[in-house]
């Protein structure tokens, strides 16, 4: 079975903090993606790489940046924390191509204080 | 411009009774693909199922089935007989052929009770 392992369940960070959301994946997918989840407003794309040290702008990228240094890792960073980016943020990976199903992690709920 | 709409926000059903989600959605397209994903109160989504534009077929899985239909752009789904294992979110998606992008509704929260 494919494991997407996030790094925290919880995360609890102050305004103006720089935060690491990390996220592995064990099936050595190309494809790897940043989703945030809010009621409501269901799955928004942040990021997403097709490939190691590639990179895409989802539909909500401000405020956002990501690395991906090995096949494996795909990080989420939040260069100044603020309030409005308190969510549960979902990492997922995929085998190339937009059909492929996506397999998710547990999810990180973030909270910006 | 891809969009999907799932405009019930919450159903509750008392176990035992059918319930349908409806997923409606709009591409300009014509090889696109719609998925299915059941996000339990663990959180971890769950794929459900995948089909492609060129495909009508309506499929049944134990007591999982969907209808899709080009002529209305709608791929619903229906839990037969729900169980309260089947409480959690349901979320479709859409993604086009060329694109890495997967476009999810905004999630039908099912209630089943016992």
């Known amino acids: 079975d494919v494991k997407v392992t996030q790094s925290s369940r919880y995360l609890v960070k102050r305004t103006g903090e720089k935060v690491f959301l990390e996220c592995v994946q064990d099936?050595?997918?190309?494809?790897m993606f940043w989703y945030r989840q809010d009621p409501g407003l269901g799955l928004r794309l942040i990021y997403f790489?097709?490939?190691?040290?590639?990179?895409e702008k989802g539909d909500i990228p401000e405020g956002y940046s990501v690395s991906r240094e090995k096949k494996e890792r795909f990080s989420l960073i939040l260069e100044s924390a603020s309030t409005n980016q308190t969510s549960m943020y979902l990492c997922?990976?995929?085998?190339?191509?937009?059909?492929?199903?996506?397999?998710f992690g547990n999810g990180t709920r973030l909270t910006v204080t | 411009a891809q969009k999907v709409t799932q405009a019930q926000t919450e159903i509750s059903v008392v176990e035992k009774e059918d319930v349908t989600l409806d997923c409606v959605y709009e591409?300009?397209?014509?090889?696109?693909?719609l998925f299915w994903y059941k996000q339990p109160p663990s959180g971890e989504l769950v794929f459900l199922i995948r089909?492609?534009?060129?495909?009508?077929q309506n499929e049944i899985s134990g007591r999982y089935s969907w209808n899709f239909q080009k002529s209305t752009s709608s791929f619903n789904f229906t839990i037969t007989a729900s169980q309260v294992v089947d409480s959690a979110v349901y979320f479709c998606?859409?993604?086009?052929?060329?694109?890495?992008?997967?476009?999810f509704g905004a999630g039908t929260t099912v209630t089943v009770r016992a």
């Open positions: 591409t300009r397209d014509t090889t696109y693909y």
């Open positions: 099936m050595d997918h190309e494809n």
């Open positions: 998606a859409l993604s086009e052929s060329n694109d890495y992008k997967l476009s």
């Open positions: 997922a990976s995929s085998f190339t191509g937009g059909h492929s199903p996506l397999h």
């Open positions: 790489s097709y490939d190691v040290k590639m990179k």
């Open positions: 089909r492609n534009s060129f495909d009508e």
